[in-house]
């Protein structure tokens, strides 16, 4: 994962005015260029950061720097909520925040749930991009059902969930699924997994049909007997995926109506590793009408 060094940050971090600049900068904030009210032109002045206010005397209209945005439904400082969206996407609790911050565990959860709505919301929008599907041609995925447990051994609560991973690049979906049925996974997988890719398993039965259904090559690993089976294909990259979504995501948050939003915010992560703060920020910048 990263993120850039917090120190760059950390003017923006630390006062009103650095954050809006960098806001401005960044172009998450909207640049005024004239009055709504009168045309004329507008300006901020350093006492007020946060607010345009029109140059003609007589007008003298201003509008909040924040009209639109993200920050206009909060009533932390804008700063406030840049270091707290930091300490979110390096993965801190909201206790920890809350201590770390000196703001409220109620505002910082505040904070965390509507940044989780917007990457939510971006991620739904990304998956409508054909580009969100998976393999293709000689690409290789793996696919496997794994249980979400709400605690050691605690199976009856479990929630069920199927994944693929592309073996290369490690992009994934994962979504949880009623039961194992063919009719259940098969589908599912149709609709992530291009025609043509190569998908790997292992030797349950529900997956018999994959090949012919999703028109991809299926291999299977039969685990009973092999890790890799004999054309060299194995399921480790799915297995690795469940161990990574199960670190991240804590007992907690594994029940309905939650877990299914989590692996969509990690799914988010993943597949903005390398520029994790800038892909936050995109999903708060407003968009003019
Ligand atoms: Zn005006």
Not at 41 to 59: A, E, F, I, K
Not at 94 to 118: D, F, N, P, W
């Amino acid at each position: 994962m990263f993120l850039p060094v917090e120190s760059v940050l950390s003017s923006a971090f630390t006062s009103v005015a650095d954050a809006v600049a960098y806001l401005l900068r960044i172009r998450v904030l909207l640049t005024v260029v004239s009055c709504s009210r009168c045309g004329s032109s507008v300006q901020r002045y350093p006492s007020r950061p946060t607010v345009w206010h029109c140059n003609d005397h007589d007008c003298a209209h201003q509008v909040t720097v924040f009209a639109g945005s993200f920050f206009s439904r909060l009533h932390l400082p804008c700063n406030k909520v840049l270091r707290i969206a930091y300490k979110f996407l390096s993965g801190r609790s909201i206790s920890l925040i809350s201590a770390e911050t000196g703001v409220s565990r109620v505002s910082v959860g505040k904070v965390v749930r509507m940044l989780r709505e917007a990457i939510i919301t971006e991620v739904l929008y990304e998956d409508l991009r054909e580009e969100s599907l998976l393999g293709g041609a000689e690409i290789v995925v793996a696919a496997d059902e794994s249980l979400f447990e709400r605690g050691e051994g605690n199976e009856e609560d479990a929630l069920l969930v199927l994944g693929a991973v592309e073996e290369e690049s490690g992009r994934f979906r994962a979504s949880i699924v009623p039961n194992h049925l063919a009719s259940t996974l098969i589908p599912q997988l149709r609709s992530w997994i291009r025609r043509n890719s190569i998908v790997v398993t292992d030797q349950y039965s529900s997956y018999r049909s994959l090949g012919a259904s999703l028109g991809a090559v299926h291999q299977v690993v039969t685990h009973r007997y092999e890790w890799v089976n004999e054309e060299g294909f194995t399921t480790n990259a799915i297995e690795s995926l469940w161990s990574r979504l199960k670190r991240a995501i804590p007992i907690r948050d594994r029940i309905p109506g939650v877990l299914q939003l989590r692996l969509d915010e990690q799914r988010w992560r993943w597949n903005h590793r390398t520029e994790l703060w800038n892909a936050l920020m995109r999903t708060l910048t407003v968009h003019p009408h």
